[in-house]
C-alpha cells in the first residue's frame, strides 16, 4: 500500500490538483494547515476530505475554528492575520467550521503494522511546536501526556521544511508543504509512504502558479500584503 503523506497545503487547490495529476496512493494522511494565506481555502478543504482517511488540524487550521491567535512566526504573523479575516472566514460556512472544530490535534495510525505518530507540530506541543532536523531534542519528541521513554514514528509538519532524520531510535518524518514551500526549494513538497518496504520517499513537484496569483490579485486589495504573499507562495 502507497501512503500520501502532506501537510500545509494553505489554501492552494492548484499545487494539490498538480500533486493528485502526479502521485498514484491507496491512503492519505493530512498533517494540517488547510486554511489561511491561500486563495480557495473551501475548495482546498473539500479536496482533503476527499482524499484523507487521517487529518489532524493545524494552528491556522485552529485558530480559523475557534476565533484564536495562531501564533505563527512574527514574520507571517500580519500576513495571516490578514488572510484569515479578509478570506479565509469570509468563505468558510458553518459546515467548514464544525468540520475543522472536529479535528483531532494528534492521531496514532498504524499502517500495515507501523505505528505513527501524527501531529501537525511536534509530540510535545502539536499544534504550535518547531521541528527541525537540526534542533530535534528527547523533550520534543515527548507527549507531556506520557511517561514512556520508548522511541517511535513521527510524522509532523508546521515548519514548511522537508527531512526525513532518525533521532536516537525516533524516526521522524516532515513531507514538507504542500502548498507554500519555505525550505529554499521552490517545488511543493510531500511524501510516500510504501508499507510493503517500510521506506519512505521524499517527494517534489511543480504547477501552474499563474491561477493563483490572479486569486490573489483579485482577493488582496491591500498592495503590500499581496506582495508579501507573492513572495510566500514564490510567484
Known sequence: MRVLIFSDIHANPYALRALLDQEKFDEAVFLGDV?????????????VKEISKYVVTGNHDYAAAFNKDCLCSQENHELSVYTRENITMKDLGKNEINFLRSLPTSLDIELEGTLFKSVHGSPAD??????????VTNEQLKDPMSFTQETGNFLVGHTHYQFLVNYGGNLIVNPGSSGQPRDGNPNPAYAVYDTRSKAFEMKRFS??????????????GDHRQLEKLYKLFIL
Open 126 to 135: 502539536s499544534l504550535y511546536g518547531y521541528l527541525y532536523p537540526w534542533k
Open 35 to 47: 486554511v489561511d494565506y491561500g486563495s480557495k481555502p473551501v475548495e482546498t478543504l473539500d479536496m
Open 207 to 220: 504547477y501552474d502558479r499563474s491561477k493563483l496569483k490572479s486569486d490573489l490579485k483579485e482577493r488582496v
